[in-house]
């Protein structure tokens, strides 16, 4: 009688790994290797039209079951006429994706919602260029799968020439993201540069605005152990992003 409840036991879990989508899903947030980069209103408030600088380059995709992603991207990268003067982007898309039965990835955007933050040190006189970003994505193919040596799951998306991206892994599921919805809707997609970075705020607001946001999410956070430190920075975190943006629009 034992063995029988074992083997039910067993043939029960095998069942549910088998069938458990979640382990091939794009469901949930993710984050490259540095483990700073997180969409959700840590990254960009749309209500104040702050992109907030990570502490670490990196990027991080998040993607429903309902076919909405959301994307952030902190890029550093070498300035080949001076390399004393690297270049640095940050970059938040959101908006719809399709998955082909071939397995290809098509992130579309909403052209009004995408935002650019561009800096160039030595070439900008120290005033970061913010506008509007609106660019298509498609991933040839993606893979879903348990990382051995961190124990995570790991989503390797593959661009469009069949090349690999970074690494990235699962640090949330539910995702953590803004709402899925048009931000700042307009009736000229291409319209006007936004306009909120160049208004002075108190810092207390600004402050007080991420926290509000940081509590409008039902993200879980995955695998205490992986995303512990950046948790712990998490707070420190607005107020890097804060200090650099005030810096730049002052
Ligand atoms: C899947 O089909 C699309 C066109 O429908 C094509 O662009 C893409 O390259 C295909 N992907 C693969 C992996 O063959
Ligand atoms: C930076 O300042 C110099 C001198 O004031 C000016 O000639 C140049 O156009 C400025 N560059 C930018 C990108 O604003
Ligand atoms: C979490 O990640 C660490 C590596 O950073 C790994 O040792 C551990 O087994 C993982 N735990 C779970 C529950 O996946
Ligand atoms: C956004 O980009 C897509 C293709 O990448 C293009 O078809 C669309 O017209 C663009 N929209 C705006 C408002 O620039």
Redesign the pocket.
């Known amino acids: 009688m034992i063995e029988t409840y074992y083997i039910l036991a067993v043939l029960s879990l095998l069942s549910a790994v088998i069938c458990d989508d979640s382990q091939t899903s794009l469901y949930g947030t993710w984050s490259s290797k540095s483990n700073q980069v997180f969409t959700g209103p840590g990254f960009y408030d749309p209500v104040e039209e702050l992109l907030k600088e990570p502490s670490l380059p990196g990027l991080s995709f998040s993607f429903t079951d309902d076919q909405h992603f959301e994307e952030a991207i902190y890029q550093v990268k070498a300035n080949p006429r001076d390399p004393q003067c690297p270049i640095a982007v940050l970059i938040y898309q959101h908006g719809t994706y399709e998955l082909?039965?071939?397995?290809?990835l098509t992130l579309n955007p909403i052209a009004v919602d995408g935002r650019q933050l561009l800096s160039d040190p030595c070439n900008d006189n120290g005033t970061s260029v913010y506008s509007r970003y609106n660019q298509t994505e498609?991933y040839?193919?993606f893979t879903v799968q348990v990382n051995d040596y961190h124990g995570v799951y790991e989503l390797q998306l593959y661009q469009?020439d069949g090349s690999p991206m970074q690494p990235l892994y699962l640090a949330y599921r539910p995702p953590m993201m803004l709402p899925t919805e048009t931000l700042n809707p307009t009736n000229t997609g291409s319209g006007s540069q936004p306009s909120g970075s160049k208004q002075k705020r108190s810092l207390r607001s600004l402050v007080r605005r991420g926290l509000e946001n940081r509590h409008k999410t039902n993200a879980v956070k995955r695998n205490e152990s992986f995303v512990s430190s950046a948790w712990f920075k998490w707070g420190s975190l607005g107020l890097i992003g804060v200090g650099s943006i005030a810096f730049i629009i002052t």
């Open positions: 082909q039965d071939n397995g290809t498609v040839k193919w469009s």
